[in-house]
């Protein structure tokens, strides 16, 4: 089969990510262009990457006609660029969040229908997620019971990025990092969010909110507390997973590990795993969707189901700043 011509939107910092991460399937695809605003950044890219640079995304399409896209641009640009690749049959690999609103992200899924559509919702391809949903459809922590994740840091980028621009990204980082904590949510649980009831403050002086609890509860009951902040010192990445028999934990300062304890046991359980990382492994995926004709594992209506939660969240908080 010949080679999965491949083309990257927005060479920024997840640009340079997807790029790493097509390189590795070097023997599958081939990296064709890179567009950029900012050509400078598209060129630099391209000189470890390799592909043609282009300063404009559709012209780089027309130029190329490219088997598949990345899109990697801020939120703003995502309709755009998924509209331009939708109308020349190109398959879309795009960014989280999958817009700024719902409205945008039904565009989104409408523009793509009978098209390979793949939201980048890269903690799916987490191999300790992975196996914390084997131990949990395996029935080894017993019925769920509550979900419990924190993705804090001090975002040096906060105030000094379109990150922190409420046209350009959306909302703050409820829509920018707690739309990965919803998504982790429901892969875990295998169950859609009933309930949403979300708090949100800004404590730097920039437009949206900086830190963002959500409350949310499953179809089937699990409770998840699911929260983050780009203002608090101490960096921290963790899902800790509580069930009726156990209790399972992805620190993602681990790495490649999962560890549990279940009811009976006196010590933790840690499983390391050999893998590649999940950005390789989302890549991996969407290739062989190509590949195969196969439906992608984080589809259009995930997509959907994540936005429908971030909006109620902003209702509930009050708050869309
Ligand atoms: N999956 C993840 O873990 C993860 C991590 C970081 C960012 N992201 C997402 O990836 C997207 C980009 O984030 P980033 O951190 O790479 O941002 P960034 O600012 O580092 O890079 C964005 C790039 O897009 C370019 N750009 C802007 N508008 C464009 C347009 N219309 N056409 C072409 N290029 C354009 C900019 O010049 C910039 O180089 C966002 O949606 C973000 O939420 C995802």
Known sequence: ??????????????????????????????????????????????????????????????ALNPDAVSICTPPKYHLTAVRAAAARDIAVLCEKPPARTLAETQAIVDAMRGKLLQFAFCHRFHTPLRAAQDLIQGGKLGELVQIENRFAFRFSRAGKSWFTEADIAGGGILIDTLVHSIDIFRALTGDEIERTRAAVSTSLPIEVEDSASLLVQSESGVIGSLNCSWVTPVAEAIVRIHGAEGQAVIDYDADAELRYRLAEDEDWTVQRFDAPDRFVAQADHFLRCIESGGDPLVSGADGLAVMRVIESAYESAGSRS
Do not use: N, P, Q, W
């Not at 991460?21 to 695809?29: T, V």
């Not at 390799?50 to 559709?58: I, N, P, R, T």
């Open 1 to 62: 089969m010949a080679k999965i011509r491949v083309a990257v939107i927005g060479a920024g910092g997840i640009g340079g990510t997807h790029l790493r991460a097509y390189a590795a399937h070097a023997e599958r695809c081939e990296i064709v262009g890179i567009a950029d605003l900012l050509e400078s950044a598209a060129r630099e890219k391209a000189a470890t990457y390799g592909g043609a640079v282009f300063s404009d995304g559709e012209a780089m399409l027309d």
